[in-house]
């Protein structure tokens, strides 16, 4: 079967997922024929991308988030304005999309969240069957456990949600743990698609923490709470520009431009795991059997979301700032639960393929 992609460029989650399916994929004899992702000038989409795919890559104008002025908080009403004055753009990216479609003709479109998406389906119709993938499908499971407060957020999140999966045959709902498929709503629960080279990494505890940010200007506070801690190892991702690949700010404090290959095997190799609550990333650590304080971005609803229901799987603990030190005390106290999780990941290539391929 022919397969074609159209992947939020939002976060590298979306990003490794694509790069997983389509591997599962071409295992099974299939071809991913084209991958259509969104863009965004506040970041700059990793070199992995481009050269793990496999596929022509094309990139398109798609609705993105405005940050506040010290880029930490989502800032919804300048993100709805933002967007409202683009929709020229977007509907030139809709008709991109149609013509690639048009020239592809692909058996199956695949969407993992982007927004254009859903709506390409509404307005295009096309006859292809379209699936959509996600972690954020889980919210709409009755089972799902939300966060206290975050009421507009909630409606809002359902909503964007709903938009991006129009006209879908397929909801598969990425999660951390097994739950009950809910075929009435469409709804298909599913492993992580995890990258297979972490299933090659040998597993060692060399002390350090190792951590990933979202938004670079988190860099502060990590170099903040470090000044009292100078004695400890630090190792942090970002995709900051305009930084050496690897910044240094004291002997124990690094953060080092996004690189998949070096990121796993420091992951590998780390004591702990920091980061902004993305799912991927979560799910990598969970597989390693490394304790995990996760700290959703600020006004990110849908890592808020993550971060809890991580929590409940036993990943480790959440946070509201990168103050590490209830971190550090709860560090020799987790449980590893990776054997449990390494069960559940390893089913997805059988569940993705039945899913994917079956009417």
Not at 219 to 227: M, S, V
């Amino acid at each position: 079967m022919k397969f074609l992609f159209i992947v939020q460029g939002e976060g590298r989650g979306h990003m490794t997922q694509a790069i997983s399916l389509a591997d599962i994929l071409r295992a099974e004899g299939h071809e991913v024929v084209h991958v259509l992702t969104g863009k965004s000038k506040r970041r700059e989409l990793p070199a992995f991308f481009f050269q793990k795919i496999k596929s022509e890559v094309t990139l398109f104008e798609s609705p993105n988030f405005v940050i506040d002025a010290k880029s930490k908080k989502i800032s919804l009403w300048k993100t709805i304005v933002y967007n409202v004055f683009k929709l020229g753009t977007f509907i030139k990216s809709l008709r991109q999309i149609h013509r690639i479609v048009k020239t592809t003709k692909p058996d199956v479109i695949i969407n993992f969240y982007d927004l254009l998406s859903g709506l390409y389906s509404l307005t295009y119709r096309p006859k292809q069957k379209y699936i959509c993938i996600g972690h954020q499908f889980l919210l709409n499971h009755p089972d799902f456990t939300f966060p206290k407060g975050y009421a507009v957020d909630k409606i809002l999140m359902k909503i964007n949600t709903a938009f991006t999966s129009i006209r879908a045959d397929r909801h598969l709902a990425l999660s951390f743990r097994p739950m009950p498929d809910v075929p009435d709503k469409k709804i298909y629960v599913v492993p992580p698609l995890l990258r297979v080279e972490i299933t090659r990494l040998l597993v060692e505890n060399k002390k350090y923490i190792l951590g990933y940010l979202l938004n670079a200007e988190y860099g502060l506070e990590i170099e903040n709470w470090h000044k009292n801690h100078p004695e400890l190892e630090l190792h942090f991702f970002w995709d900051k520009k305009d930084v050496p690949e690897e910044y240094t700010v004291h002997p124990n404090l690094t953060f080092h431009k996004l690189n998949d290959v070096k990121f796993l095997e420091m992951m590998s190799k780390c004591g702990a795991y920091c980061s902004t609550a993305g799912f991927e990333s979560i799910c990598e650590a969970m597989y390693l059997g490394k304790p995990i304080m996760m700290v959703p971005s600020y006004g990110h609803f849908e890592q808020a979301c993550n971060a809890l229901d991580a929590t409940l799987a036993g990943a480790g603990i959440q946070n509201v700032v990168f103050n590490l030190d209830p971190f550090i005390e709860y560090i020799p106290n987790h449980k590893d639960i990776s054997g449990e999780f390494r069960k559940w990941a390893d089913s997805s290539r059988r569940k993705f393929i039945e899913l994917l391929t079956s009417n």
